[in-house]
């Protein structure tokens, strides 16, 4: 019998089907259901749940007591903070049944979501946006962002290696970053980046 490429924890539950990546663990209690798919060299924290029809990119970081429900995407490298929520029913209740309805999450490239946020059901994540602790999502979030509040506004922008840049939420300038060097561009209120 062939042992996994990844590690899993004996109390973990990964249900038949499910396809996870090599470099990959699974921690304590996660239940991973057999409809998953997630890539390589993805850490699922402690208590961690991850739905059926729910795709995980390779490198993203799944801190403990994450619910990942039905109809979530994770493109590579998500920071997924301890405790943040996602949804995938805008309005639930008990006694209607609404899993024909639900919405789709897109959380892109780089993003990070910090711990205790919420992300409500619908919306897309720009690529290494910033979602700061305990802020709800309701809306569309720029690439670059960072987030704050409840509900959530744009306070300013994130450079891809995890800091704040100096520049206004809406304007023109450029940045580049003291430590990898990569050039940022400002146009009104849309950010790039210009060099690698």
Same mark, same amino acid.
């Given at each position: 019998?062939?042992?996994?490429?990844?590690?899993?924890?004996?109390?973990?539950?990964?249900?038949?089907?499910?396809?996870?990546?090599?470099?990959?663990?699974?921690?304590?209690?996660?239940?991973?259901?057999?409809?998953?798919?997630?890539?390589?060299?993805?850490?699922?924290?402690? +208590?961690?749940?991850?739905?059926?029809?729910?795709?995980?990119?390779?490198?993203?970081?799944?801190?403990?007591?994450?619910?990942?429900?039905?109809?979530?995407?994770?493109?590579?490298?998500?920071?997924?903070?301890?405790?943040?929520?996602?949804?995938?029913?805008?309005?639930?209740?008990?006694?209607?049944?609404?899993?024909?309805?639900?919405?789709?999450?897109?959380?892109?490239?780089?993003?990070?979501?910090?711990? +205790?946020?919420?992300?409500?059901?619908?919306?897309?994540?720009?690529?290494?946006?910033?979602?700061?602790?305990?802020?709800?999502?309701?809306?569309?979030?720029?690439?670059?962002?960072?987030?704050?509040?409840?509900?959530?506004?744009?306070?300013?922008?994130?450079?891809?290696?995890?800091?704040?840049?100096?520049?206004?939420?809406?304007?023109?300038?450029?940045?580049?970053?003291?430590?990898?060097?990569?050039?940022?561009?400002?146009?009104?209120?849309?950010?790039?980046?210009?060099?690698?």
């Amino acid at each position: 019998m062939t042992q996994p490429s990844y590690t899993i924890h004996p109390s973990a539950i990964v249900d038949d089907g499910a396809q996870i990546g090599p470099g990959s663990r699974v921690w304590h209690f996660v239940h991973v259901c057999a409809g998953a798919r997630i890539g390589k060299d993805v850490s699922l924290g402690q +208590n961690v749940f991850v739905g059926n029809k729910v795709i995980i990119g390779d490198k993203c970081k799944i801190q403990n007591n994450v619910s990942v429900y039905d109809n979530v995407t994770l493109e590579e490298g998500v920071f997924c903070g301890p405790s943040m929520v996602f949804t995938n029913v805008y309005n639930p209740r008990s006694l209607i049944e609404r899993k024909s309805e639900y919405r789709d999450t897109l959380v892109k490239r780089g993003a990070t979501l910090g711990a +205790n946020c919420t992300i409500v059901c619908g919306t897309i994540i720009g690529e290494f946006a910033f979602v700061g602790a305990g802020a709800v999502i309701n809306k569309n979030v720029r690439p670059y962002a960072l987030m704050v509040g409840v509900p959530a506004r744009q306070i300013g922008w994130m450079s891809e290696y995890g800091e704040q840049i100096p520049l206004p939420v809406k304007g023109k300038g450029e940045y580049t970053c003291s430590h990898t060097g990569q050039r940022y561009r400002l146009n009104v209120q849309s950010l790039e980046r210009i060099s690698q």
